[in-house]
């Protein structure tokens, strides 16, 4: 499941048990509030999503040190790694490793990480050794507790 799949679905359940929980009849909301539109963009929701995450089991979103220090790691194990994506969509993927790498027996880590992390020379998946490098760099710099 992707992250932000698994984000809206926890998030959803949450709304749902927040504003349907009760235990009457009767709303426990006051009457001028029940049809009020959901509040959004109250500065809440970067909290709320990153606790959110953490239960899914994601690490928490890296600096910007060790944003540049894990994408140089990446591109000095390929070039090609780095050349064509977006920084925040490797920094995703590499959050996405750590995720699999908790949940996931670690033979099925570098099969995962082959699949998700691709290049215009390897579209369908890179080799184990590779993989198995791209592990290594995203534990030491994403996930090092994991």
């Not at 699999?100 to 184990?128: C, H, S």
């Amino acid at each position: 499941m992707s992250r932000t799949l698994a984000i809206a679905a926890t998030l959803a359940a949450l709304t749902v048990c927040v504003t349907g929980c009760s235990s009457g009849s009767e709303s426990t909301i006051a009457p001028a509030a029940q049809d009020s539109p959901v509040a959004v963009g109250t500065g809440a929701e970067p909290g709320l999503k990153a606790s959110a995450e953490a239960q899914l089991g994601f690490p928490p979103k890296p600096d910007a040190a060790t944003t540049q220090s894990y994408l140089a790691d990446l591109k000095a194990i390929d070039p090609a790694l780095v050349a064509t994506t977006d920084p925040e969509a490797l920094v995703n993927r590499g959050r996405d490793q750590c995720r699999d790498i908790k949940a996931r027996p670690e033979k099925e880590w570098t099969k995962v990480a082959g699949q998700r992390f691709t290049t215009a020379k390897t579209p369908d998946g890179l080799a184990d050794a590779t993989a198995s490098q791209v592990i290594k760099v995203v534990r030491a710099r994403l996930c090092p507790t994991y």
